[in-house]
């Protein structure tokens, strides 16, 4: 099994521009989570889905952020207009079921200038 | 509400010495909890996990911990520091619904000295 795979691993872009960042979670989970870091904020969970539906997006920061799971092996967090302020890891994430930890991607590091 | 807090963001042990990074949770129902270990520019990965059963849980790389319910405690120990164990750890709780977030601390550094 490869993994959580989450491209790009680095990405550079001005402000203003929209940033589209992707997901591939493990086969048969059927849990997926997007997660953002940064050292003031930590580990910050910005939405959920549960069999590609979205359960809870109560994290998400404000309309700029949107995310998708069209279908069971593939998800996007889109922002749009980016800000210096949305600099972070983002992480994917995805599990299995309830009781089961989370595996989580090797992230995307998003620098906003 | 649930919540978990971790004593001390920077932990530093001499090489050979026992590790003990310290975590302590706030939940109302018995909860799910979690040790995740995150290396520099990698993802979290879980290190072990208790859901029920013996409260004293082996995970991976040598690394234990013991649910204490009476202490709402869940402290990650190690008789031996590596310095492969140098690395960012992460204490989580969540609850034994489906729809159950998991709650990470703010981490504790660990740093191995030769």
């Known amino acids: 099994d490869a993994g959580v795979i989450q491209s790009p691993r680095h990405e550079v872009t001005e402000m203003g521009q929209e940033v589209t960042l992707r997901c591939k979670p493990i086969?048969?989970?059927?849990?997926l989570f997007w997660y953002r870091q940064t050292m003031m904020r930590g580990l910050e969970l910005l939405i959920y889905?549960?069999?590609?539906?979205?359960?809870?997006d109560s994290g998400m920061p404000e309309d700029r952020f949107s995310a998708k799971m069209p279908n069971a092996s593939f998800s996007t967090l889109k922002i749009q207009p980016s800000e210096p302020r949305d600099s972070a890891v983002y992480f994917c994430?995805?599990?299995?079921?309830?009781?089961?930890?989370?595996?989580f991607g090797s992230g995307t590091r998003l620098t906003v200038v | 509400a649930q919540s978990v807090t971790q004593l001390g963001s920077h932990v530093s042990v001499s090489e050979g010495a026992l590790v003990l990074l310290r975590c302590n949770y706030s939940?109302?129902?018995?909860?799910?909890l979690f040790w995740y270990v995150q290396y520099p520019n990698q993802g979290l990965q879980l290190l072990l996990k208790?859901?029920?059963?013996?409260?004293l849980v082996k995970g991976i790389n040598g690394f234990e911990a013991e649910f204490k319910k009476s202490e709402t405690s869940f402290h990650l120990t190690k008789p031996s520091a590596h310095m492969s164990d140098a690395a960012e750890y992460f204490c989580?709780?969540?609850?034994?619904?489906?729809?159950?977030?998991?709650?990470f601390g703010p981490g504790t550094s660990l740093s191995v000295i030769p």
């Open positions: 994430a995805s599990r299995a079921g309830t009781g089961y930890g989370y595996t």
């Open positions: 086969s048969g989970h059927d849990y």
């Open positions: 889905f549960n069999n590609n539906v979205p359960i809870d």
């Open positions: 939940s109302s129902v018995p909860p799910y």
């Open positions: 208790y859901t029920t059963g013996a409260t």
């Open positions: 989580a709780v969540s609850g034994r619904t489906s729809y159950d977030k998991v709650i």
